[in-house]
């Protein structure tokens, strides 16, 4: 078993990758959807308006915890964000 200190290490060199990039477009899909700029995301979330921007752009990956913040403030839920085919995650397994 990998240890866990290596796997987020191994995940960190590999964004953005199909999912990092499928949940920004996922993300900022439902922003627009919404009418919001990334500037009020920010204040709705409490994540700055520079990460949000690296998170869009499938730069930065997504702790559960701002999952979590994306569906309250976006009114979508928790389970939109992990659509598998709309990341295109699933060409990686099949």
């Not at 960190?12 to 922003?31: E, M």
């Amino acid at each position: 078993m990998v240890p866990a200190h290596n796997i987020s290490k191994r995940a960190k060199s590999k964004i953005p990758n199909k999912f990092t990039i499928g949940l920004g477009i996922l993300i900022r899909n439902a922003r627009i959807e919404a009418g919001i700029n990334q500037t009020e995301l920010a204040r709705k979330t409490g994540i700055n308006q520079a990460a949000i921007s690296l998170i869009e752009a499938g730069k930065r990956s997504v702790s559960a915890e701002e999952i979590m913040l994306f569906s309250l403030a976006l009114n979508k839920p928790v389970t939109y964000f992990y659509s598998i085919e709309s990341t295109g995650y699933i060409n990686q397994f099949g």
